[in-house]
């Protein structure tokens, strides 16, 4: 009788695909040790692997972190990373005293060791930042990867590790070896709905929410110096703010001049650029194409976009709440045409203020989204006429467009008028998608839209015209009984004085996590 076979020749009989397949239902833990088990598993395993936990990485501003990207940039892991999302998480002192009741199930000692490596890591991270060192690290990590494409920054923790039951979520690297011994999360519990409760920062922040305000601005202008300091050798094609908590105003993207040079060539390598905008702040004093004084609620934002003339692709989300006339300022800029240009700095009346960027052409910007904003239908066509000869896809998701108190009592019916205006433009478009969109007179009076009962209605072809029609056809909005709200308080309300006298569905990550080796693979799990 003849033996029975060992495990680990059966392994090495096993075709590659069934491998990958058993592999597949493993959590990480067990899935590291399968790897482990001999070279040939490894080795059949490698790219799967790689793929999984090493195409798109997480990272936060932490030396345990940031040493983690340079390992994995000088490893032969290097090649399969082509996306790299920068956290908004850190240790914080605020966290720490909220989570207090944690450390208070611990014996004496361990509460001591567990207070000790949060202050060195609070401490390590403080002086990270402030000498930085965290640029320095970043650069060399992400300048070793050869395939790099995309770049991005988030304040969350994805869903989706599949692996390791379906609540487990994708961490920067670092955030679960660091709660292990502190007890305390990295992430913060600061909302921009907190944040933004009234009507802008001067209002309602206390110092905490300022500081997650001013940290994501660092975060921010970190990866902006890196993506200008890359673009000579290696280019980043891709870069990415995905925020669920907070969003960016205006003042994030104020840059210094020395910044501005040394950021804005970079910009015109992007092909995809999506932003997650908070459009409630301090306004910025311009001289206007009529040499007159004009507040500016989105100057150094366009300043950003004037200098990405070779989009392809284009995602703004403007958060709520939001105001109308930043949005405003926003989108007809956009659609301004490039011809409309401004006066020069020698014709200004007012030396010393600046003049708005000058807006551009596009001209490859193929696909438009546009979420969370309360916008004028006539923007959306000037836009779309604009972009004409480019436009390929236009998203459009939980946005309202803004319809006077006349409109909202006669029940003017705004996505079909605009609708049916689209269609007269003759554009070439392939995709169209409508998603739990509504209209009303800003966020009051809300009346949402269906398609034929539901909330969502994508479309996809090549006759435009006719899938405007489908749309229209699909189209159904349901009237609210009930008298609509007496407004004329609120149109009295002057906005601009109040803010001038304050100055006031994404690439996914579930597809991030790993390390550079199988004990760094499990640090997440």
């Given at each position: 009788?003849?033996?029975?076979?060992?495990?680990?020749?059966?392994?090495?009989?096993?075709?590659?695909?069934?491998?990958?397949?058993?592999?597949?239902?493993?959590?990480?833990?067990?899935?590291?040790?399968?790897?482990?088990?001999?070279?040939?598993?490894?080795?059949?395993?490698?790219?799967?692997?790689?793929?999984?936990?090493?195409?798109?990485?997480?990272?936060?501003?932490?030396?345990?972190?940031?040493?983690?990207?340079?390992?994995?940039?000088?490893?032969?892991?290097?090649?399969?990373?082509?996306?790299?999302?920068?956290?908004?998480?850190?240790?914080?002192?605020?966290?720490?005293?909220?989570?207090?009741?944690?450390?208070?199930?611990?014996?004496?000692?361990?509460?001591?060791?567990?207070?000790?490596?949060?202050?060195?890591?609070?401490?390590?991270?403080?002086?990270?930042?402030?000498?930085?060192?965290?640029?320095?690290?970043?650069?060399?990590?992400?300048?070793?990867?050869?395939?790099?494409?995309?770049?991005?920054?988030?304040?969350?923790?994805?869903?989706?590790?599949?692996?390791?039951?379906?609540?487990?979520?994708?961490?920067?690297?670092?955030?679960?070896?660091f709660q292990k011994q502190t007890s305390i999360p990295t992430e913060s519990?600061?909302?921009?709905?907190?944040?933004?409760?009234?009507?802008?920062?001067?209002?309602?922040?206390?110092?905490?929410?300022?500081?997650?305000?001013?940290?994501?601005?660092?975060?921010?202008?970190?990866?902006?110096?890196?993506?200008?300091?890359?673009?000579?050798?290696?280019?980043?094609?891709?870069?990415?703010?995905?925020?669920?908590?907070?969003a960016l105003n205006d003042h994030s993207f104020s840059m210094s001049p020395?910044?501005?040079?040394?950021?804005?060539?970079?910009?015109?390598?992007?092909?995809?650029?999506?932003?997650?905008?908070?459009?409630?702040?301090?306004?910025?004093?311009?001289?206007?194409?009529?040499?007159?004084?004009?507040?500016?609620?989105?100057?150094?934002?366009?300043?950003?976009?004037?200098?990405?003339?070779?989009?392809?692709?284009?995602?703004?989300?403007?958060?709520?709440?939001?105001?109308?006339?930043?949005?405003?300022?926003?989108?007809?800029?956009?659609?301004?045409?490039?011809?409309?240009?401004?006066?020069?700095?020698?014709?200004?009346?007012?030396?010393?203020?600046?003049?708005?960027?000058?807006?551009?052409?596009?001209?490859?910007?193929?696909?438009?989204?546009?979420?969370?904003?309360?916008?004028?239908?006539?923007?959306?066509?000037?836009?779309?006429?604009?972009?004409?000869?480019?436009?390929?896809?236009?998203?459009?998701?939980?946005?309202?467009?803004?319809?006077?108190?006349?409109?909202?009592?006669?029940?003017?019916?705004?996505?079909?008028?605009?609708?049916?205006?689209?269609?007269?433009?003759?554009?070439?478009?392939?995709?169209?998608?409508?998603?739990?969109?509504?209209?009303?007179?800003?966020?009051?009076?809300?009346?949402?839209?269906?398609?034929?009962?539901?909330?969502?209605?994508?479309?996809?072809?090549?006759?435009?015209?006719?899938?405007?029609?489908?749309?229209?056809?699909?189209?159904?909005?349901?009237?609210?009984?009930?008298?609509?709200?007496?407004?004329?308080?609120?149109?009295?309300?002057?906005?601009?004085?109040?803010?001038?006298?304050?100055?006031?569905?994404?690439?996914?990550?579930?597809?991030?996590?790993?390390?550079?080796?199988?004990?760094?693979?499990?640090?997440?799990?």
């Amino acid at each position: 009788m003849s033996p029975s076979p060992s495990p680990s020749s059966c392994l090495l009989r096993t075709p590659v695909e069934v491998l990958a397949q058993i592999a597949s239902y493993l959590p990480t833990t067990e899935y590291c040790a399968l790897r482990r088990s001999c070279k040939h598993v490894e080795a059949a395993l490698f790219h799967p692997f790689a793929t999984e936990f090493f195409k798109r990485r997480q990272f936060m501003l932490t030396e345990f972190s940031l040493e983690a990207l340079i390992d994995i940039s000088k490893s032969r892991l290097a090649p399969s990373v082509e996306y790299v999302t920068l956290s908004t998480d850190k240790p914080r002192w605020d966290v720490f005293r909220n989570n207090l009741f944690r450390h208070q199930r611990l014996d004496e000692y361990e509460q001591a060791l567990h207070l000790n490596r949060f202050s060195e890591e609070y401490d390590s991270h403080t002086a990270l930042i402030t000498s930085g060192r965290d640029y320095e690290m970043l650069l060399e990590g992400l300048t070793g990867l050869p395939n790099l494409q995309a770049i991005g920054v988030r304040d969350f923790h994805s869903m989706g590790r599949y692996r390791d039951g379906g609540h487990t979520k994708w961490r920067p690297y670092g955030s679960t070896t660091f709660q292990k011994q502190t007890s305390i999360p990295t992430e913060s519990d600061t909302s921009l709905y907190r944040y933004h409760a009234g009507f802008g920062i001067s209002h309602t922040s206390s110092p905490s929410e300022e500081a997650e305000m001013v940290y994501l601005k660092r975060v921010l202008t970190t990866l902006l110096r890196v993506l200008g300091a890359m673009a000579s050798a290696t280019p980043i094609s891709r870069f990415e703010v995905i925020l669920r908590r907070l969003a960016l105003n205006d003042h994030s993207f104020s840059m210094s001049p020395a910044l501005q040079s040394a950021i804005f060539p970079a910009l015109g390598h992007l092909k995809a650029l999506f932003l997650d905008l908070c459009t409630m702040a301090p306004a910025t004093k311009i001289e206007n194409e009529q040499h007159s004084i004009q507040s500016s609620y989105q100057y150094h934002l366009l300043q950003l976009l004037t200098n990405a003339t070779s989009l392809e692709h284009l995602r703004l989300n403007c958060k709520n709440p939001q105001s109308p006339l930043a949005v405003a300022e926003l989108f007809s800029w956009l659609a301004r045409p490039a011809a409309d240009q401004h006066p020069s700095l020698d014709s200004q009346v007012y030396p010393g203020l600046p003049l708005l960027p000058p807006s551009r052409d596009f001209p490859n910007l193929q696909t438009v989204e546009i979420g969370f904003a309360f916008i004028e239908p006539q923007a959306l066509i000037g836009l779309c006429t604009k972009l004409k000869s480019s436009l390929r896809a236009i998203n459009l998701h939980k946005i309202n467009l803004c319809a006077s108190t006349n409109q909202q009592t006669d029940k003017v019916n705004l996505w079909t008028r605009l609708l049916h205006q689209l269609s007269g433009l003759d554009l070439a478009l392939n995709s169209i998608v409508l998603e739990e969109v509504g209209q009303g007179l800003a966020m009051y009076n809300l009346v949402p839209v269906k398609f034929h009962g539901q909330k969502k209605m994508r479309w996809s072809g090549k006759a435009t015209a006719y899938g405007l029609k489908d749309l229209i056809d699909a189209l159904e909005i349901e009237w609210p009984t009930e008298a609509p709200m007496d407004h004329r308080d609120l149109d009295e309300y002057d906005e601009d004085e109040d803010e001038d006298d304050e100055d006031d569905a994404d690439i996914d990550d579930d597809a991030m996590g790993g390390m550079a080796d199988d004990a760094e693979a499990e640090e997440d799990a």
